[in-house]
């Protein structure tokens, strides 16, 4: 458009190779099927008034015969295992992203995104011997992160300081899964959404070789959790989980040579 604005239009297709499940003798003759995704992206991006970098993008996604694992539990069998499914998703959505130097020494920044995701799964057996029938899900999500980075000015100590912080939320999604068991709504902080403020402070000295650090992470002390683990979670009632990280913070000492 101009010298500091474009659009562009993209399209894009891809392919998995469907196969055969070692785990699953059935699918010797009804292999799970190829996975196919086509995507499409209308983007502009532009340098504003000197200050402002901006990319701003709608995308839709359509995947056919999405292959999915799931752990499950066929009548007349002891014990479930996993198994690949296929689904057909849409996504569809925006994706933002900000950078503003308000100052010399200030830079702002906002990466963002919104979507709205629709699945129709296979039917399938869960790991509780149960068939699943209600294989439609539709969820709407976002996410942004937030970040600054103030140098500040003059030396300290012949060196410079530099801060950085940021601060990441990320909405949980983890119900839309077709492969979700109700033991899953009785663990602490399963469906919690990522909230995460980190920051780090440095100090570099002038020629470059040192580097002293003092960073933070996890500065709220959120709660939030890995992915179910254990097969005999479903029979026994013994799921796993592990947990992320807690508040952590730490010093950090850098030489170059």
Known sequence: MTDEQMLYLSYSTGYK?????????RSAMTPFEPEEVTSMELGYKADLWQTVRLQLVAFDMDLDNRQQSVNSKEPDSGVAVPMVINGDQDIRGMELVLDWQALDSLKLGLVTEYRKTESRWDQFYNADGDLVTDTDKGSTADSYTLTADWAVPGQWANGYLKLHMD????????????????????????????????????????????????????????????????????ALGTPTVSLNPPLTYGLEVRYQF
């Open 17 to 25: 190779s469907g196969g055969y499940d070692s785990l699953d003798p």
């Open 167 to 234: 601060y990441v939320y990320e909405e949980n999604t983890r119900a839309d899964d077709p492969d979700l068991l109700p033991v899953a709504y009785s663990i602490p902080a399963y469906f919690a959404d990522r909230k995460d403020l980190n920051a780090r402070i440095s100090w570099s000295s002038s020629d470059d070789q040192w580097e002293l650090a003092l960073f933070g992470k996890n500065l709220l002390d959120q709660d939030t959790t890995g992915g179910i683990g254990g097969f005999a979670a479903a």
